[in-house]
């Protein structure tokens, strides 16, 4: 083991987390590394290439916030930024900070393995390299484990298909050509619009359809960014207010003092406003009590009976089996329209479901769809996956994904015990994967810049979450689900993926606490000699 191979930190994922911790690690100074499996930087942002990509919180609220010059540097285009501008913007991050020296591209982790003497995590590449670490971070991201349908026959299909995930680098031509899209949730609802400008045909095959709400993207003039940068301090400071790090925060209004029509006039305002309002913004009681949710979700239906022309296909694209918010809300620009188009059409799963995938296109039991393109927008297998992927092996050689059998266990999403010196920056119970990625991610990483420094201070070898923390926090995940609607619903929030075995039970993914507990929970344990951690 050649001395150029051991680091003091190393980081899996070069994302908008991975970045961040590089950042940070670089500041105190330690041998860091950072090891992406992607040719280049971006995680979501280079994976996720497919027309229709951007975000559905505002650029403004998105980016780092760490770098007052950044934020002054920097001048955003578009409310909701494209995934071509947000990739140029990780670029720009990474070439300012001087951090690009320090990632190694085309590096797939094959394992990481934990010994005790001397204390260090091996880390083994598919490139066959081994290198040693003190201390290993995750950064590899919440929705990065792409998922394709357990449907018979994908490999005959003779056309072009891809997952949404993997998307080509190289153009890939739509038009005048036959395109399947096989999914409806958040990634195929940016999608579908683009791809029906194009194509020639467009069948989209839903098995579930999803409550969606207008996105309302619109241009950022010059005049406008001056404005902005006048206000970060106030935009970052609203969003360390609100449960969810967005701009978007709960109206506290008391839902039963106010009149039907007071609250028609509100969702009215809600709807045509631009983001996430509609789902974050909205009166509290609607994502906790189900007269409330099933008042705004008729409301909501409503809309999309509006807005498509066909008042059957508009009852399919209305959801019945969870209310409005219950799920991840999808945010739309022109979806409901391009069922309106002569060149698209629904194919409802319930009614024709799937048999296999032929060597022209499609069969389901009613027909054959013939294609030129299949795209399978079947998400993700959320949080675990990516975990999941990796041989990820902790005390006696025991799995990461052998403990997280049944679910995950962790001590404030951020360590798990049996696995000593290993910081999950982004992964299971944390507050960061159920809020404005950034804003949750910059406070994680944070922490454990902190977490980091007093044990090279103090000069230990050894950081364990303890069993007893681990326990308590695990339970307090499971009660942050008690009161939400969300908890009765098949979604990724509650761990739920019919492509992934022994994924169609509850799983307690996310902690529902809302970011500023989180916030305070975190620097209490700080402040209490970092309670819950077991130092060696």
């Known amino acids: 083991m050649t001395d150029q191979h051991n680091y003091d930190v190393v980081i899996v994922g070069a994302g908008v987390c991975g970045i961040y911790a590089l950042y940070r690690m670089r500041e105190l100074g330690v041998r860091v590394t950072v090891l992406e499996a992607g040719d280049d930087l971006g995680g979501t ?3 996720n290439r497919y027309p229709g990509a951007r975000f559905d919180s505002e650029s403004y609220s998105y980016g780092y916030s760490f770098s007052k010059e950044l934020l002054e540097e920097w001048n955003w285009t578009e409310q909701f930024s494209p995934q071509p501008e947000t990739l140029k913007y990780l670029n720009y991050v990474a070439d300012k900070f001087e951090l690009r020296d320090f990632m190694q591209f085309g590096c797939r982790v094959v394992e990481a393995r934990f010994h005790e003497s001397p204390t260090h995590w091996s880390i083994e590449l598919e490139d066959g390299r081994i290198l040693r670490t003190k201390f290993l971070l995750t950064a590899i991201g919440m929705l990065s484990a792409a998922t394709l349908p357990t449907i018979e026959g994908r490999e005959e299909f003779q056309g072009e298909s891809f997952h949404t995930y993997y998307w080509p680098k190289e153009p890939v031509s739509l038009k005048n050509k036959r395109v399947g899209v096989i999914g409806t949730g958040a990634t195929a609802v940016q999608l579908i619009p683009e791809v029906a400008k194009e194509a020639s045909q467009l069948v989209v ?3 579930r359809p999803n409550w969606c709400a207008p996105l309302h993207n619109a241009r950022i003039e010059p005049e406008t960014m001056t404005e902005i940068k006048a206000s970060y301090d106030r935009i970052f400071a609203r969003c360390a207010r609100t449960p969810g790090g967005f701009i978007h925060g709960p109206d506290r209004r008391e839902y039963d003092d106010l009149s039907k029509e007071e609250k028609i006039a ?3 305002h809600l709807y045509d406003s631009p983001g996430f309002g509609k789902w974050l913004a909205n009166f509290v009681k609607v994502l906790l009590d189900p007269e409330a949710n099933a008042e705004y979700s008729d409301f909501i239906a409503d809309k999309i009976r509006q807005r498509v022309k066909d008042p059957e296909l508009a009852e ?4 019945k089996d969870h209310g409005f918010g219950t799920r991840r809300v999808p945010l739309e620009t022109h979806y409901y329209e391009s069922f309106n188009q002569d060149n698209v059409q ?3 799963l319930n009614e024709t479901p ?3 995938i032929t060597r022209r296109g499609i069969q389901t039991t009613d027909q054959e769809y013939e294609f030129d393109i299949i795209v399978y927008a079947t998400g993700f297998d959320a949080i675990t996956g990516a975990f999941d992927r990796i041989q990820i092996r902790g005390r006696n050689g025991q799995t990461l994904k052998e403990k997280w059998e049944e679910g995950p266990s962790t001590y404030l999403g951020l360590q798990t015990s049996g696995f000593p010196n290993l910081a999950i920056l ?16 910059e406070e994680a990483v944070d922490w454990v810049t902190g977490l980091l420094k007093y044990a090279f201070d103090q000069n230990l070898d050894l950081i364990e979450a303890s069993q007893e923390a681990e326990t308590e926090w695990t339970e307090l995940v499971k009660d942050s689900y008690n009161m939400l609607l969300l908890k009765d619903v098949k979604s990724w929030f509650t761990g739920y993926n019919s492509n992934v075995e022994g994924h169609d039970t509850t799983r307690y993914l996310v902690y529902f606490g809302g970011a500023p507990d989180y916030r305070q929970r975190l620097t209490d344990i700080a402040a209490n000699d970092y309670k819950g951690f077991l130092f060696k």
């Open 316 to 319: 399919k694209l209305i959801p």
């Open 426 to 441: 982004a992964g299971p119970q944390s507050a960061s994967v159920g809020t404005n990625f950034p804003r949750g991610i």
């Open 346 to 348: 629904l194919v409802d």
């Open 266 to 268: 509100f969702w009215e």
């Open 205 to 207: 095959f839903q098995r």
């Open 45 to 47: 942002w280079y994976w």
């Open 354 to 356: 799937i048999e296999r």
